[in-house]
């Protein structure tokens, strides 16, 4: 095996010290023209990349941040694994995905970990993902905990316990859920009054008092807070508010599919449906101009979200937008603000966010669709 190059092997060859090569590396612009390019000519030469580890030592800190996520792609454990032959004549294994998952369904998550993603690039940080999948989920965030210098997670992603736990080795940022009796920074949009409004405008401008809420899974923080906000517009509008959605599924196009389906073959499609986020609605209006209802003429939907699917279906989705990539960014500045500061007390940053009127709720003419 070739022999792993060295730092003491590149200032050999430069023909300088140890220091100097470490200054190039870390603060070229404090070094001489011609003694960093000697530098830098030997690392490209030699083939040198620094240790990271030996600079976490130094530095005590891994420049990286974890993201802990929940299993969004609708992979786990139980999905399997199916052998596949290569031409070279080895075997190895891949995911026997069920027949429903769609790889795609979750672009909510895709969106806060390109905003991570950016705001950590932007602050010379990595990002390391682990997911929640299957029974291996604690030991992973135990041992992520263990590689970055601070956790940015989705509300409900890891158990409480755990979490707790993590907090006292690394600082804790939680994303998309109200602060509880905790010590962690929390980020979230405004999910309660955004389908308030949402709902309201459906109520008042449409006349619509028929009218059910479509939400996600029962643990979600977030769809706690808009079906609150899609009680609290009923209330004020004097109607009734449901005890419960009149169904709910995992947040994805396949799950909004089948509860239209569903609904439809009930009898129980109401003259408007809510969506918790964009990709159920989107899997409702699926199901709903399969069976030859019309969108918004017989039945309006919205969503929740602002991906940007909703902007090509047909009728384009009415929607409520949330930054979903300034969530992430926003999770990142806040952990950094916190390394640099420990003593600080725990921030609650809400994010807005905006309704989009669109031709499933029937503001623009069909042309415009």
Same mark, same amino acid.
């Given at each position: 095996?070739?022999?792993?190059?060295t730092?003491?092997?590149?200032a050999?060859?430069?023909g300088?010290s140890?220091?100097?090569?470490?200054r190039?590396?870390?603060?070229?612009?404090e070094?001489?023209?011609?003694?960093r390019?000697?530098?830098?000519?030997?690392?490209l030469?030699?083939g040198?990349v620094?240790?990271?580890s030996?600079r976490?030592?130094?530095?005590?800190?891994s420049?990286?941040?974890g993201?802990?996520l929940?299993d969004?792609?609708?992979?786990?454990? *139980?999905?399997? =694994? +199916?052998p596949?032959?290569?031409s @070279?004549g080895?075997?190895?294994?891949?995911? !026997?995905?069920? #027949?429903?998952?769609?790889?795609?369904?979750?672009?909510?998550?895709?969106e806060?970990?390109l905003?991570?993603?950016?705001?950590a690039?932007?602050?010379?940080?990595?990002?390391?993902?682990?997911?929640?999948r299957?029974?291996?989920?604690s030991?992973?965030f135990?041992?992520?905990?263990?590689?970055?210098?601070?956790i940015?997670?989705?509300?409900r992603?890891?158990?409480d316990?755990?979490?707790?736990h993590?907090a006292?080795?690394v600082? *804790?940022?939680? =994303? +998309?859920?109200p602060?509880?009796? @905790?010590?962690?920074?929390h980020?979230?949009t !405004?999910?309660? #009054?955004?389908m308030r409004?949402?709902?309201s405008?459906?109520?008042?401008?449409?006349?619509?008092?028929?009218?059910?809420?479509?939400?996600?899974?029962?643990d979600?923080?977030?769809?706690d807070?808009?079906f609150?906000?899609f009680?609290q517009?009923?209330r004020?509008?004097?109607?009734?508010?449901?005890?419960?959605?009149?169904?709910?599924?995992?947040?994805?196009r396949?799950?909004?599919?089948?509860?239209?389906?569903?609904?439809?073959?009930?009898?129980?499609?109401p003259?408007a449906?809510?969506?918790?986020?964009?990709?159920?609605?989107?899997?409702?209006?699926d199901?709903?101009?399969?069976?030859?209802?019309?969108?918004p003429?017989?039945?309006?939907?919205?969503g929740f979200d602002?991906?940007d699917?909703?902007?090509?279906s047909?009728?384009?989705?009415?929607?409520v937008?949330?930054?979903?990539r300034?969530l992430?960014?926003?999770?990142?500045d806040t952990l950094?603000?916190?390394?640099?500061?420990s003593?600080i007390?725990?921030?609650?940053r809400?994010l807005?966010?905006k309704?989009?009127?669109r031709?499933?709720?029937?503001?623009l003419?069909?042309?415009s669709?």
């Amino acid at each position: 095996m070739q022999k792993v190059p060295t730092v003491y092997d590149v200032a050999e060859l430069a023909g300088v010290s140890i220091a100097t090569v470490s200054r190039v590396l870390r603060k070229p612009h404090e070094v001489a023209d011609a003694t960093r390019d000697r530098v830098n000519a030997a690392v490209l030469d030699l083939g040198y990349v620094p240790s990271g580890s030996a600079r976490s030592l130094a530095a005590r800190r891994s420049g990286a941040i974890g993201l802990c996520l929940p299993d969004f792609d609708g992979i786990d454990e *139980v999905s399997g =694994l +199916a052998p596949v032959e290569f031409s @070279d004549g080895r075997v190895s294994t891949v995911l !026997d995905l069920p #027949e429903d998952v769609e790889l795609g369904d979750h672009l909510y998550i895709s969106e806060v970990m390109l905003g991570t993603e950016i705001e950590a690039w932007q602050h010379g940080m990595a990002v390391t993902i682990a997911v929640a999948r299957g029974s291996r989920g604690s030991e992973i965030f135990d041992n992520l905990a263990g590689r970055v210098d601070g956790i940015v997670t989705l509300a409900r992603t890891i158990p409480d316990k755990q979490l707790a736990h993590i907090a006292r080795r690394v600082p *804790v940022v939680v =994303l +998309a859920g109200p602060r509880s009796d @905790d010590e962690y920074d929390h980020i979230t949009t !405004d999910n309660a #009054e955004g389908m308030r409004v949402m709902t309201s405008h459906v109520l008042e401008e449409h006349g619509v008092t028929d009218l059910a809420f479509v939400g996600g899974p029962a643990d979600s923080p977030d769809d706690d807070a808009r079906f609150r906000g899609f009680c609290q517009a009923l209330r004020a509008a004097g109607l009734p508010a449901p005890a419960t959605p009149v169904a709910r599924g995992d947040f994805t196009r396949a799950q909004g599919r089948s509860i239209g389906r569903r609904l439809l073959a009930e009898g129980r499609v109401p003259r408007a449906l809510v969506c918790s986020n964009d990709q159920t609605a989107l899997g409702v209006l699926d199901a709903l101009t399969s069976a030859g209802r019309r969108v918004p003429e017989d039945v309006i939907v919205t969503g929740f979200d602002g991906i940007d699917a909703s902007e090509v279906s047909r009728p384009r989705l009415t929607t409520v937008y949330q930054p979903m990539r300034d969530l992430g960014r926003a999770a990142v500045d806040t952990l950094l603000h916190r390394l640099r500061d420990s003593q600080i007390p725990p921030q609650t940053r809400t994010l807005p966010v905006k309704v989009l009127l669109r031709g499933s709720c029937g503001c623009l003419p069909p042309e415009s669709v």
